[in-house]
């Protein structure tokens, strides 16, 4: 039996029958999602924000999670600078050891934060197992228990992750505009559950940001006389987002400079004639390389996605701008006679290293300078 510092046991439970046994941490509670993992040794505040982890249960290689603790926001211009979004998106934690901060920019626990948040978290169990099936099997259902007692976990398994629409609940309801003094340019970001990292790097770059629900048409966007469009990150299965791929393909008849990242990437494949298809357990993590093919330098970049695109299934009329060397996956398109440009992986570098925010430079000179390639 093992002892949990927090007096309180849990599990996570896999649909493929697999049990591990271990402590609770956070709020006591029962969530379902699909069990993902990353490999990131930090930025578990950014990660755990991260709107595109809607619906998904994290689970945390690196063996120690919490030393540095949870900073207190700090928002600047409507923007978080330490947080992806206002609070916790993922369904539960799994670590191997859940600890106490010692850092001077600490506010709290990772335990004191989830429990506050609603968020369970089970520690003590054996990852690199969880993360050996997710890998074999690809990814799949699974159940979170912290502080409860349940005999049938698998009970708790509801609806699959790929049949829920996730940007119902990380989408804005009505516009956000983040007014800036310093800019010359109104952009436009469809926002699905966007990352704060990416509004910040917008902002820096001096524009004025309206953000838009997800479900925007491209009148509504062309409404405000954009400069650019952003079709943003978010969660879930892109393939049941028909209607933003439409906009995307409306907007796209406006010949205006786009942007498409990670979720905005899939739907501009989609709209312009491509294919996205499920992966088999995706990429998470923030040292993930991604070559640029037209220069063959490489960047190591930040990855959250399961979906991805393929050589064969790349849109006619695009050419591939980033490819991740280990596996092929497309992770970066340029139109060729159209401005817009595509990355898969997370320009905005939260958390993860500054490498590629410079795509965002190139943006911003489509927008102003109207030259994209
Ligand atoms: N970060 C994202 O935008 C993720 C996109 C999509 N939900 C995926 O998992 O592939």
New binding site residues.
């Given amino acids: 039996m093992t002892f949990c510092k927090r007096g309180t046991e849990g599990l996570i439970y896999l649909e493929d029958g697999t049990l591990l046994k271990g402590c609770g941490f956070g709020a006591k509670g029962i969530r379902q999602g699909e069990v993902v993992f990353t490999t990131s040794m930090n930025g578990y505040p950014e990660s755990m924000t ?1 709107p ?1 982890y809607r619906g998904q249960i994290l689970a945390i290689t690196h063996p120690l999670v919490g030393n540095y603790g949870v900073p207190s926001p700090i928002v600047k211009n409507g923007i978080l600078q330490n947080f992806e979004s206002e609070h916790i998106q993922i369904e539960g934690l799994v670590v191997i050891e859940e600890t106490d901060p010692f850092k001077w920019n600490s506010s709290k626990s990772l335990h004191e934060w989830m429990a506050e948040q609603g968020v369970p978290g089970v520690s003590s169990v054996d990852t690199r197992l969880l993360v050996k099936r997710v890998r074999t099997l690809g990814s799949m259902m699974g159940v979170i228990v912290s502080g409860m007692e349940v005999s049938d976990p698998a009970s708790y398994l509801g609806k699959r992750y790929d049949e829920i629409d996730f940007t119902y609940f990380t989408s804005p309801k009505s516009p956000i505009i983040h007014q800036n003094v310093s800019g010359s340019s109104l952009i436009v970001l469809v926002d699905c559950g966007i990352k704060h990292g990416i509004l910040d790097e917008l902002y820096r770059r001096g524009f004025t940001i309206i953000r838009l629900p997800c479900k925007s048409t491209a009148e509504e966007i062309m409404d405000y006389s954009p400069k650019g469009v952003v079709f ?7 393939n049941l987002l028909e209607g933003l791929a439409r906009t995307f393909a409306s907007v796209t008849e406006y010949k205006i400079p786009t942007l498409g ?4 990437h ?1 739907i501009a494949t989609k709209a312009l004639g491509g294919k996205v298809r499920k ?1 088999k357990f ?1 990429h998470r993590a923030i040292n993930k390389p991604v070559v640029d093919v037209t220069s063959g330098k490489c960047f190591i970049s930040t990855h ?5 695109v393929y050589k064969e299934d790349v849109p006619q009329d695009t050419q591939v701008w980033f490819i991740n060397p280990d596996d092929g996956v497309v992770e970066g398109l340029i139109h060729k006679r159209l401005p817009i440009i595509t990355t898969q992986f ?1 320009p905005e570098s939260r958390p993860g290293p500054n490498d590629t925010v410079w795509v965002f430079d190139r943006f911003k000179k489509m927008v102003i300078g109207n030259e994209w390639n």
């Avoid at 943003?232 to 892109?238: K, S, T, Y």
């Fill in positions: 991260d595109s943003g990150n978010g969660p879930g299965n892109p990242v990670c979720l905005g899939q992966m995706g959250n996605h399961g979906y991805g997370h």
